[in-house]
């Protein structure tokens, strides 16, 4: 049984920096990609971005280019999202998200499997 685990949102201030943990377990595919998504109240979920279990390929959205970073550790199923320079903007619930693809995608719905959420909160 697929499941993945979010953890490390928070409170931090307009221009500060969080990391976001994603753990992956319940399968043994060495081909996947992993995507961050958020939704912030009365809006739609979004794509942030996405990373390759092979090869590296990351994407990012515009929005998003330039202060976050997805990085991963194939070791420990783990899929990182490193948030600087943090706009309340940015303000939303997190989740990650998988799919059994070679290909990322930032359509919601092309995810199969996903994480319960973690609440990233910035302050003005």
């Known amino acids: 049984q697929v499941q993945l685990v979010e953890s490390g949102g928070g409170l931090v201030q307009a221009g500060g920096s969080l990391r976001l943990s994603c753990a992956a377990s319940?399968?043994?595919?060495?081909?996947?990609?992993i995507g961050w998504f958020r939704q912030a109240p009365g809006k739609e979920r979004e794509g942030v971005s996405c990373i390759r279990s092979r090869g590296g390929s990351t994407t990012y959205a515009d929005s998003v280019k330039g202060r976050f970073t997805i990085s991963r550790d194939n070791a420990k199923n783990t899929v990182y999202l490193q948030m600087n320079a943090l706009k309340p903007e940015d303000t939303a619930v997190y989740y990650c998200?998988?799919?059994?693809?070679?290909?990322?995608?930032?359509?919601?719905?092309?995810?199969?499997?996903w994480g319960q959420g973690t609440q990233v909160t910035v302050s003005s």
């Open positions: 998200a998988l799919r059994f693809n070679y290909a990322c995608s930032g359509y919601p719905f092309e995810y199969n499997y």
């Open positions: 319940g399968f043994t595919s060495d081909y996947y990609v």
